[in-house]
Each structure stands twice: as C-alpha cells, then as structure tokens.
C-alpha cells in the first residue's frame, strides 16, 4: 500500500528555486534515505510533506487516516511533567479503557447485578469485548514497552521522576525521539536522528527500527546508519530528486555509474547531431541537395536531445600536512583521572600513542571523551596521574563547538588575523578550498550554519601543519560529500592522530587503533570500529557461556551421536543445494532481462529519445541490484557447499 506520493512539487523562496518537480513515493514499511548537500533542500522537502511549508506546484497525496510523527533536526520540546508522566501522554486511551474496565469490574461485583443473570450476563459481554480490544491494541504492554524504549535512548528508572524541563538539550532530543517510537505513527519521518546519540545507542535505535511496523523516511549524515537501515535512496540535487534502489553504498555506486553511461550517451548524440547540423550548413544552399538539408534539419528539430549530464557538484578540496615530524612516543598517559572541579569523571585511564597512529576515542556519553582530550591538550588540570609527551609535538586541535570562532569576524578575518603576514590572495585562495568564494568570505562568523563553520574551523586546522591532531566529532555539521573529503585528507596526512567520533564509517576509515573509555578505566583494541565490536561481542559471548556454566554446576551436555550429527549434515546440504539451483535459475533469468533491455538502449531510435531511456535504465538498474542480491546469495551457498 502507498503511503505517501510527492508528483512534480516546486517551492521558491522569493526568487530562489529550492525545489523543482521533486517526485518521491513511500509504500508501508518501506525504508527511504532522503540524501544530498547541506542547503539541497531536504528539510524544505520534509516540512512539505508534514504541512509545515506550503508548496508552489505538484502534489501530495496520502491515506486521509494516515498518522505521520515527525522529528526536526532542530527540534524544542518543553514540557514541566516528569519523564515518565510525558510519555504517559502517548497511552491516554489506555488509561481511559483501564478505568472503564475498572468501572465493569465494580458493576459485575455489585449484588444488583450479580444476582440479576440476564443483566450480569450483559455487563459481563461488554466487559470481554473492551478486554479483548485492550489486549489486542497493546494495553498490558505498553508499560513495559515504554521502560524498553526509554532504557534504549539512556533513561532509566531512578531518571523516571525527573522534570523535562530540566533535562540538556541533548537529553531533550533524545526523549523526543522515544516519544516519537512509541506513538507509532504509520509514516515515521526523522530529520538528523542520530545527532546527540552515543554509539550503544545508535545501535538500539538501529536493531528497533528495522523491526518498526511502519514506513521510514530518513535524513541522515550517518552512512553507517543508512547502510544498516534504507532500501531505497532519493538524491536531493539541483532543486530535483533521484530514484536509487539499494542502501548509501549502492547509492554511490550506481550513481557514478549512471554518470558514466549518461556521459557516453550524450557524448554518441552531441557526435550525431553535429553530424546533422554540419550537412545541413554545407547542403541548405545547393539546389539539389536544399530537400535533403531540410529533411535533416526537421529532424534537429524534432529530435528531444538530452542534456548534458549533471557532473559531480563542486567540493572542497583539501588536505593536512605536517611542517616537521614528532618523535615516535607521542604520548603516554598513566593512571590518570580526569574531570571538573575535582569532580571526578573518568579514573585509571592508561593509552599509548605512537607517530602515524590514528587512535579513536570511544564510549558513552558523560564518560569523559571531550574532558580527555582537553586535559591532554593542558585546557584543563589533571585530577590525579601523569601525562608524558614526546618530543616535538605540535598539537592542531578541532572542537566540536568551535569555540575558537570569533562570532563578529568576517569569514576573511577569522584566518588572517592569525596569519597576518599572509597576503589576501592567498588567504582567499584557501578559503576558496573549503568553498568559500566572492562575498562569502565577508559573512560574519556568526550568520554561518552549522556545516559552514565545520569548514572555517578546518581551514585553521589545515593552516596550521601541527603533526599531532586532535579531533572532537570532527564530521559533525558536515553534509556526506564533505565528510568523504575529510576522511581522505585525514587518511594521507602523514602525522598522528586522535580523535571522538560517533561516526561509525569514519572510524572505520580511519581508526588504526581504538580505545574504550570508561569510567573506571580503559581498554585497547589494535584495530578499526569493526574489529572492537567483533572482539567486544567475543567476549559477551565468553562472559555469558562462563554463567551458564556456572548455573548448571558445570555439567557437560550429553553431546549428540556421529550418527545423528551425520544425518543432519546431509539433510542441510541437499537443503543448500536446492537453494542454490533455485539462485542459478533467477540469475538466468534476470540475464536474459537484462540483456534484453541493454540491446533496446543500444539502438539508435532509443537512444535518441531520452524519455524512453530513463524508464529503462530504472529497470536495467532494478534488474542488475536483484542479480547482485542472488549473486551473493549463490556465492555464500557455494561456499557452504564446499565447506
């Protein structure tokens, strides 16, 4: 069933075009990512669609009964209940059918209508019929599924009576997102959700949506998260939308390679019409060739040339290099404790750095992250323990609330003050890097968004050439595009690095090593995010088998007959075969598909004609993404067979 369908909508801001013909369609329990650069358009898009923004042109069409939540990247929530008296607010009905239970409870216990069979045989009915309806719509569950969900966003039951009023503003929107969950809107549409979340909870919000009974539509910066989630990516650029079938990674993917067969295509009809347009110059004036010059020029004409294709937009383009090199200890921290105060927050922490690591800081929220790496960089004392720093370190620091920005400075001035004998040239040349040109870089400091201050504040950092960097959340604000930049500056700087992140690919990228901060101490993992959670699931399972063989009293099972073991050995595999028969056949069959509509966008009468074209690449595209899904399928099934 479709939920949601976007035909043809246009909104101007005056006279800016922000969107133009934007088309986008949701069928129940679909998973859509809405992508593409900071000021694309995605926000205006979704507060369209909720009725927020009012819309020039199109249409949107949607179910009259269809229940829509959504949450703002930038989203207030005020409120002087407790914590838990709010997300009561959601089960109203329940409360209500619970006291009218109550109520049929007392009348089927009164004498007047116990001793009555006709009237008690009446009250009794009804009360079975509001029974059956509370326990089918959740109302014995609801309870405890409001303790799981806010447990998942890192409230618990002591935080149940605190005031959301008092709450910061990350608490906020975290228990805005709970909310959100258990009211269980049929179109759930969530603007930047992972922002203010840790790792842990990242993760839960992850496992609870792929099993949400809903459809999904998300704007995110979080590649990890979208890999994990969506199906279906639409690319938000140059004022209109882009159909992709397959998750972020596959988004880039067909992209580029749509690109490539656009480019070709234009390329064989720009040949073909300069072909045309050349004999109708040379043959338009002579007598015996004027029909035939004609005949071609109505063929100019008719013909619906395509555009030329939209190439890659224009990115920032930067990189990190060093002015001398460090030592090879760059740091060894022992036994120290950290906090404000003298309030401790984090206590035994012990890490080794060495020239050319990149380290990634991980943990919790509250457990010390930004206060470790302040207290390294002497902005703050240390509570107890010592700091050894190598020899000839630089240290270039990015903070995640740039407050090293000067609010009433020109964009020009935020770099030149700190390099005054640099000439403006220069100045600008570097800005112009991390797009800034013309008049942008006389904007104050302060009228920039969140994405355009993430760029100012790596221009210092670049301008530096410290040998040891030191990084909080540095792809916070950043669109994807401007992250990818980031993570391949950061790959080929030759220096040392530490950093926070929650950005799970990024610290996929980059982490070499990974330390886990907790508060009573620190554990190593030489590897990236992957390994740590591969080696932390390990020794879950480790630490879970030890308890159940504690519970039994450490008796051995009786372990099952070679026999036995035999038989089902045979069974599974002929199991697999069959299934991998079944994939080949598919495959077949999707070749000969795909083979046919390759052959249709070959001949000339197609390819000429670009509305025949975009139809049949969509399903070329659709075609190859579910041989790519039986593929693998066949692949993992070759490979249990040989096993």
Known sequence: MIVLQVNNVSKSFGAEEILSGAKLELKHRDRVALVGRNGAGKSTLLKIITGELSYDNGDIIMPKDLTIGYMEQQADFESDMTIWDEMMTIFAHFRDQEAELRKLEGRMADPAVYDHAEEYAKVMDEYDQLQHAFKDAGGYQFESETRTVLHGMKFYPEDYERKVVSLSGGQKTRLMLAKLLLSKPAL???????????IETLSWLENYLKNYAGALLIVSHDRFFLDQLVGTVYEVSRHRTKKYTGNYSRYLAEKAKQYELDKKQFERQQSEKAKLEDYVQRNLARASTTKMAQSRRKVLEKTNWMDAPAGDEKSARFGFSIDKQSGNDVLNIQDLAIGYDKEMVSRNINIQLYRQESLALVGPNGVGKSTLLKTLLKKMPALAGDIHYGTGIQFGYYDQEQANLSGNKPVLN??????????????????????????????????LSGGEKARVALAKLMMQKANVLILDEPTNHLDLDSKE????????????ILFVSHDR???????????????????????????YVEKKLEAAELKALEEASIAVGAQAATPPSSTQIDKEAKKLHRQWSRQAEAAESVMEGLDKEIAAIEEQLCDPEVFKDHEQVLPLQEKLEELKARHESEMAEWLDLQEKLEG
């Open 414 to 447: 935020e770099l030149w003050d700190e390099y005054p004998l640099m000439n403006e040239k220069d100045i600008r040349g570097i800005l112009g890097r991390f797009l800034f040109s013309g008049d942008d870089v006389l904007k104050p400091v302060s009228s």
């Open 485 to 496: 930049v980031l993570e391949n500056a950061l790959i080929d700087y030759p220096g040392t």
């Open 188 to 198: 759930l549409i969530l603007d930047e959700p992972t922002n203010h979340l840790d």
């Open 505 to 531: 690919y990024f610290m996929n990228r980059l982490a070499t090593k990974v330390v886990e901060l907790r508060t009573d101490g620190t554990s190593e993992f030489l590897g990236n995010y992957d390994y």
